[in-house]
């Protein structure tokens, strides 16, 4: 089965930054469309950044030009390096693979769904104080 477990989150101050990795096995890694999604407690959950299979890479307007999306096909990983972190970006963070798309930049302008992707983690913690 498909296994997810993202890392990298915690608690800084508003500035500062983050790089959160997600690991991920048990499926043929470079042939999926990957993603970040975020949820911060009361609030829909958003889709963040997605990476394609060809390596284009999409944003969501909040955190445009902040955050940045890179696969490591090597070792396994998604990650999210997040800087100039603002208190809205405090949410609970969860990587995400569709295992029948190539493409799905289009989830970044997606709220309250998953976007098709069938494969999660359980989320890492991102807290940014002001």
């Known amino acids: 089965p498909v296994h997810l477990v993202e890392s990298g989150g915690g608690s800084v101050q508003s500035g500062g930054s983050l790089r959160l990795s997600c690991a991920i096995s048990?499926?043929?890694?470079?042939?999926?469309?990957m993603g970040w999604f975020r949820q911060a407690p009361g609030k829909e959950r958003e889709g963040v950044a997605a990476?394609?299979?060809?390596?284009?890479?999409s944003y969501a307007d909040s955190v445009k030009g902040r955050f940045t999306i890179s696969r490591d096909n090597a070792k396994n990983t998604l990650n999210l390096q997040m800087n100039s972190l603002k208190p809205e970006d405090t949410a609970m963070y969860y990587c995400a693979v569709d295992p029948e798309a190539s493409v799905c930049g289009a989830l970044v302008q997606t709220t309250g769904s998953w976007y098709g992707m069938d494969y999660r983690g359980k989320g890492t913690l991102v807290t940014i104080s002001s």
């Open positions: 990476i394609d299979t060809d390596w284009t890479t």
């Open positions: 048990g499926y043929t890694y470079s042939t999926y469309c």
